[in-house]
């Protein structure tokens, strides 16, 4: 008579949906820090099929949609194919100009075992394999000692009067001195990355301590392990000549040399103009904080007005799946909706999160590409009005949210104490974004606009009633909120009984008022007689960094340089747009990283040349050579700078860290022509 009792579930406050499923149930393994993915997830797949075949009833299995395997492989394939198609390409280029298949295998073998001392020294380091540190070694560098020595004693072998073991021995005598400088000089050139910090440290270190076990390792086996290599393989009665073409080039490049080396005014002045139209260009390349990997997928953020409930969120994502499954490059769709039970993202049911995976490149429909797939899937988007969204991939998509601090790629976070405030700057700065080219998915993190039941309590009058406030907030709270009053026993099992007011009398203040709270002489005082009842808006959230207030617009960049287009997004906000007195400003994401990344930089590469130097002058034992060498670092950045430009690439970090690896380059070739 005075309740309706129904069996029921605890509010929801989020849902799962899995391709055609509309309602499923998402569980996620984490991996902890330190353990070796693939022998983890072989683990994880053997405990699921055991759960799936011994423990759940027919009709119910647990299926992974998606395994961080998948990645695994394909990086583990493409360092598989650059080992193996570097090491292929050196030991052809190393025939070519060598002339010599033995002299070019013995070259050869010393990047496997250079390589294989490298592999134990990460493990006893404890250096992580991954893509970066194992595809990035460069075959090239590592063979250099080796080639140098090989070539010094095919020269005295050509030269002829002496034995082969005098040959080696004095070519090696010859040369060891530069090889060990020349090693010193590329491995303090990769120095700049042991002292990285952030994501670009995590990311470089691995392959900078690779490079340098490698380097080290190539050195030492040059000067032991191939003399002893070419006194076996080469044989007393080996002579040899110089390939033709070689010879030929060397004859055609005689004079030209001398004519240089009349006029060398003129060269440099031709190098200055070159170098000067190369330093000119870098400015159109656009900077970046990191290239993107790759990872067969698109992680979507979908953000839904912040009143909106469960069942219209649920019709939304519904509709949004459907569109989805319908593209022929998908293959499968995960749709989060609001918070998990365990509260570990505190969001509402406005926003949804998307995971669009994508079929193997090898079933990818002819002609398609992720870029127009995100083009048809924006236009799809745009016809449900009211709603944010940006578009990412999984891995990339946290490791944003890390960097800014938002769900987003790129963030403006301005800081006050007033929300009013905080929301119009926000608006004024969102409608700056928009002006700019290549800015997208932008969005403001709202914190007004939520309906809000406000109980203000008349603290006098409810002493007057001998009422205090925790019974009264507990009596509003049971009613509206809900509360398990007890609990009801079937078999082993618990469930909790829970009361609370029906669904119109929470929404409708009057009957709120009409709420009775106990009071100590045992009558009941309607709620209206103790407290004014009343609706209005107030924040959905409140977000705080550094002790202050903030709003968040957030933003990604797409079809133009993360640089340039931020840059031209401060431009228009610092002009149009004034705070108050205590609100301040700041840009966060990754472009806040790549500025950090780029001012450490500035820092730390002028002391890395600073000591290549100083190890130049102790090789040569004067400033003079050492300080030809140097200058010739800029004009090693012509072919790096027109290899950007023509493969349509930015400056990224990653690329300003390949320039490094080719000054050390270009110093040890001027080390060996100096010194030979």
């Not at 550094?546 to 340039?564: C, E, P, T």
Request: glycine fraction near 8%; charged fraction near 20%.
């Amino acid at each position: 008579d005075v309740a309706k009792v129904e069996i029921g579930n605890a509010p929801r406050l989020g849902m799962f949906q899995f391709n055609d499923n509309p309602d499923s149930v998402e569980g996620i393994v984490y991996l902890r820090r330190g353990e070796n993915a693939t022998e983890v997830l072989a683990r994880v797949r053997n405990t699921v099929e055991n759960i799936n075949k011994q423990i759940l009833p027919p009709g119910i299995e647990v299926a992974p949609f998606y395994d961080r395997q998948v990645l695994l492989d394909i990086t583990i394939g493409t360092v598989k194919h650059t080992l193996f198609f570097g090491i292929s390409l050196v030991l052809a280029v190393l025939f070519f100009f060598l002339g010599n298949l033995r002299a070019a295998a013995v070259v050869a073998a010393v990047i496997p075992l250079a390589l294989c001392v490298s592999f134990i020294q990460m493990h006893l380091w404890s250096v992580p394999a991954n893509l970066i540190s194992l595809g990035a070694i460069d075959f090239g560098v590592i063979v250099d000692s080796a080639v140098i020595l090989t070539e010094n004693v095919m020269r005295h072998l050509e030269e002829g009067g002496k034995r082969l073991k005098q040959s080696i021995i004095i070519a090696t005598s010859e040369v060891q001195r530069a090889m060990i400088y020349s090693t010193g000089i590329i491995i303090v050139a990769y120095s700049p990355l042991f002292f990285m910090g952030g994501v670009e440290g995590i990311i470089f270190k691995p392959m900078a301590f690779t490079m340098g076990f490698a380097l080290i390792a190539a050195m030492i086996l040059s000067l032991t392990f191939l003399p002893a290599m070419i006194s076996l393989v080469f044989g007393e009665s080996m002579h040899h000549k110089p390939p033709g073409f070689i010879t030929r080039l060397l004859n055609s490049y005689k004079p030209l040399l001398r004519r240089w080396m009349d006029r060398p005014l003129t060269v440099i002045a031709v190098a200055v103009f070159v170098l000067g139209l190369t330093l000119l260009s870098v400015t159109r390349l656009g900077t970046a904080f990191l290239p993107t990997l790759e990872e067969n997928n698109i992680w979507l953020r979908v953000s839904l007005p912040n009143t909106v409930d469960l069942d219209y969120s649920v019709k939304v994502a519904n509709q949004l799946r459907e569109t989805f499954l319908k593209q022929p490059e998908i293959e499968k769709v995960a749709v989060q909706i609001g918070r998990p039970d365990d509260g570990t993202d505190s969001t509402g049911v406005f926003n949804q999160e998307y995971g669009l995976y994508l079929k193997s490149p090898d079933n990818m429909p002819s002609g398609s590409s992720k870029k127009q797939l995100i083009a048809n899937l924006e236009k799809e988007l745009k016809k449900l009005p009211g709603m944010t969204y940006s578009f990412s991939q999984y891995i990339q998509d946290n490791v944003n949210e890390a960097l800014s601090g938002v769900k987003g790629e790129n963030s403006v976070k301005i800081y006050g104490a007033d929300l009013v405030v905080l929301d119009q700057k926000a608006q004024e700065v969102m409608a700056q974004l928009r002006k700019v080219r290549g800015v997208a998915d932008e969005g403001i993190l709202k914190e007004l606009g939520q309906p809000t039941l406000n109980i203000q309590i008349d603290r006098e009058r409810a002493a007057r009633y001998g009422i205090n406030v925790n019974e009264i907030q507990t009596v509003v709270a049971n009613a509206i909120g809900g509360a398990a009053v007890t609990n009801l026993l079937e078999d082993e099992k618990t469930f909790g009984i829970a009361v609370r007011l029906n669904p119109g009398s929470r929404n409708d203040t009057a009957d709120i008022g009409r709420l009775l709270v106990d009071s100590p002489n045992g009558s009941a005082i309607p709620l209206s007689m103790v407290a004014t009842v009343q609706l209005s808006d107030g924040p959905f959230f409140i977000y705080r960094e550094a002790g202050k207030r903030y709003i968040a617009i957030k933003f990604s960049v797409r079809n133009r340089d993360l640089g340039s287009a931020v840059e031209d997004a401060q431009h228009l906000v610092s002009k149009n747009i004034t705070l108050p007195p205590n609100y301040s400003i700041s840009w966060d994401g990754q472009f806040n990283q790549m500025k950090q990344a780029q001012k450490k930089l500035m820092l730390i590469v002028p002391l890395a040349l600073l000591g290549i130097f100083l190890l130049l002058v102790s090789a040569f034992g004067n400033f003079r050579d050492a300080v030809i060498v140097m200058i010739n670092v800029p004009f090693a950045a012509i072919g790096g700078v027109i290899a950007l430009h023509l493969a349509g690439e930015t400056l990224s970090i990653s690329a300003f860290f390949g320039f490094l690896s080719l000054f050390g380059i270009a110093i040890q070739d001027g080390v060996i022509l100096i010194s030979f």
